[in-house]
Structure formats: C-alpha cells, structure tokens
C-alpha cells in the first residue's frame, strides 16, 4: 500500500535530517511531506536541499505560522486527491521514533481504520518530561476522554496512521480547531463515525532540540474546546431522545 507522512515543521532545523533519514530507514517506499510554515532557523531550505538528495520528499512552504491543524489540513486533502492508501502524521522534532511506523501500518493491515501511537496504553510510555508536564498531559487526556465519552487513552498524540478511506469519513478539511485540539476533534469524529480504532503503545521522548511549541494557553484553548463539545454532544443527545420518544407517541391504553 502506499503510504504519505506528512510532518509540520516550524524551527526544526536541527532535527530534520536525522527525522528524514530515520524515515527512509525505517519505511523506504513512503513519500514525506514536510510542511513548513516559514520556519525562521531555515528549516523550509533545509529540507528542500534534502529532499533533492533523498527524493519522494516534498516541502509544501507556507508564507507564515499557521498552526497545527492547518498543516494537516493543507496536507491530508492533496494526499486523498493523489491517491494514497494510508496516512501517516507524526512532530519532526524525534519525540515520535520513525522505527515505530511499521507498527502503526501494521495496525492497518490488520483492519483497522486509525492507528493511534499511545503514550498512555499498556506498553506505552514517556520519557525526559518534567513531572508537572506528565501530569498535564495524563489528566488532559483523561479528562477528554471522560468528557467527549471516547474510549481512546491519548487523544492528543499526533502519531497517527489512518486509511484514507477514514479521513474521507471525517473530513479533516472541515474542521476548525487548532494544536492539540485539532488532534482530539478527529479523535472525536472517528469515534462518533463508528470508525475502527486501535492504540498502539509507543516510547514517548522529549525533543531531542529546539523549543517546544507547547504553551499554556495551548492547554486552556484545548480543554475550552473539549468541554464546549462536550456540552454540545450532550445537549444533541438530549434533544434527540426527546424527538424518539414525540415521534413513538404516548403507549396505548388498549381497549
């Protein structure tokens, strides 16, 4: 099958080279695009220079810092267009180990639509995060999960594998959440579209170099979306129980 990763990109200069030979290690035959968004430290330059060396890698520059979600966005509708099977989305800063990609593909060929690499199943792990930081993220997910009543143990990891056929189904395109949260609105989707999920366990490491993008408003915008459609969900169960039983009527009193 053919496979497309795709890896946003903002100053990760000093992480793209050993991200992209790890990839043509690891799955060969897969195309990378690499999503740029204007990145300072050169990082759009660089890979295009490796690109040229290693082929079936693409960069798609963007004129400035446009978030998350509108990397994938950008990426994932051209990748249906072009035909290919699966889909894979990962950070470019090695936090995500490209070994473990086979394992995700994996998942699919066993039938599965989506293959999510979890920090947080048994198996899974973290490492060289500060204390405070695993907590935020546990608890984040655990909090997700219980409000949206999704049975996915991290909601916010953007190591991913889908089928295209499933991103058909959830339409990435028409989402508007930003970061991580862009990350839990598919999770959601997929769950409510009774999609096949599975979660792999995968090692977890900081970045290796650079910044982390993570920020606190990051988090209070995440946990503001999820309890919004959390209420959402619940009032459009309501309201959808209430007209099942207008529609079933009063029981009958016989005769």
Same mark, same amino acid.
């Given at each position: 099958m053919s496979v497309l990763i795709v890896a946003p990109t903002y100053n990760e200069r000093d992480n793209i080279e050993l991200f992209l030979r790890g990839i043509r290690e690891s799955v060969p035959d897969a195309t990378v695009v690499v999503v740029d968004d204007n990145s300072p430290d050169g990082t759009g330059d660089l890979a295009e220079e490796l690109a040229s060396q290693m082929g079936m890698v693409k960069v798609l520059h963007r004129q400035t810092k446009m978030g998350l979600g509108s990397a994938y966005r950008h990426a994932m509708q051209p990748?249906?267009?072009?035909? $290919?099977?699966?889909?894979v989305t990962m950070d470019v800063d090695l936090s995500h180990d490209p070994a473990a990609i086979p394992d995700l593909i994996g998942a699919l060929t066993r039938g599965h639509d989506v293959a999510l690499g979890s920090r947080y199943v048994r198996g899974g792990?973290?490492?060289?995060?500060p204390l405070h930081r695993r907590l935020l993220s546990?608890?984040?997910n655990r909090y997700t999960a219980f409000a949206l009543r999704v049975p996915v143990s991290d909601c916010t990891t953007?190591?991913?594998a889908y089928r295209s056929s499933a991103l058909r189904v959830i339409e990435p395109h028409t989402t508007t959440a930003e970061g $991580?949260?862009?990350?839990?609105?598919?999770?959601r989707r997929m769950?409510?579209?009774d999609l096949a999920i599975v979660e792999v366990p995968i090692h977890f490491r900081d970045r290796r170099a650079g910044t982390s993008k993570m920020s606190l408003r990051i988090v209070i915008?995440?946990?503001?979306?999820?309890t919004r459609w959390a209420i959402t969900d619940r009032r459009s169960k309501r309201t959808m129980s209430a007209h099942q039983g207008t529609r079933s009527g009063p029981p009958s009193s016989g005769s």
């Open positions: 990748a249906l267009d072009e035909g $290919y099977d699966i889909v792990s973290v490492s060289d995060w546990r608890w984040g953007g190591f991913r $991580y949260a862009f990350l839990t609105e598919l999770v769950v409510r579209s915008e995440t946990m503001v979306l999820v």
